[in-house]
């Protein structure tokens, strides 16, 4: 008896943050959340398809490139990793990466030149390669650069020295207007992590690892508190 006993209690471990972070995400965040951005390797894939369509128009429809941009993507050709260390077709210092052939290949079949799609492709790979060097391979971590930078300068910006929560209220303001990947911690997010067992700290950090935009974590904490409180209340009746 004593061994099941002790069996049962070590099943009950506590979730790291990584689990509770995708659990969120799934059970939460994808009802509430008007985010366009949940995944953020979809960013990264936006950018590849804003490059092709600037070079590739106007002889190229941009939806033309916008549907062989999430084609690309669905076949694992676009992965920012992969393509950061990869040279261009056409590179004399190093052989042609498979990967790189293949998308020279679809570019022109849908009516890139051979010329606009290495180009392209050279494109590709510079911002991949530089993502990677100064953002650790994350484009959100490009994005948060510039959020803290306006963060840090709302007294200066807004005029609202007097106002002590204005941090927060700016964080909530630009992850609904631009979805920018900034945390916005608020007082149902500091109750739902308490609830959980782990700081709300380790929650971004476990969202930035997974590539889930971190403004689709507060609105999954703020839903998952709803929702407990609505049990409870239920409970009580």
Sequence with gaps: MGDKKSSKSSDKRKPEAQELVLWLYRDYATRVSKNLWPWEKARWYELVFCILATIGEPEVMSATIRHLTTIMARLGLLELSSLAGL?????????????????????????FTPEKAKFALNIICTAASSIGKKYDGKVQNYLRKYGDHMLEHINEDFGIDGFDEAPRAIAIWLQNTLNMPVPASNPFADQACESLGVKYE????????????????????????????????????
Excluded: C, H, M
């Design 87 to 111: 040279k261009f077709p056409g590179n004399p210092q190093k052989s042609e990466s498979p990967i790189l052939t293949t998308i020279d290949t679809l570019l022109q079949r849908v009516g």
């Design 202 to 237: 380790e929650l971004v950090k476990a969202a930035y690892k997974q590539d889930i935009n971190v403004a689709l974590l507060d609105d999954a904490l703020r839903a998952y508190w709803g929702r407990r409180i609505k049990d409870k209340q239920g409970s009580n009746v």
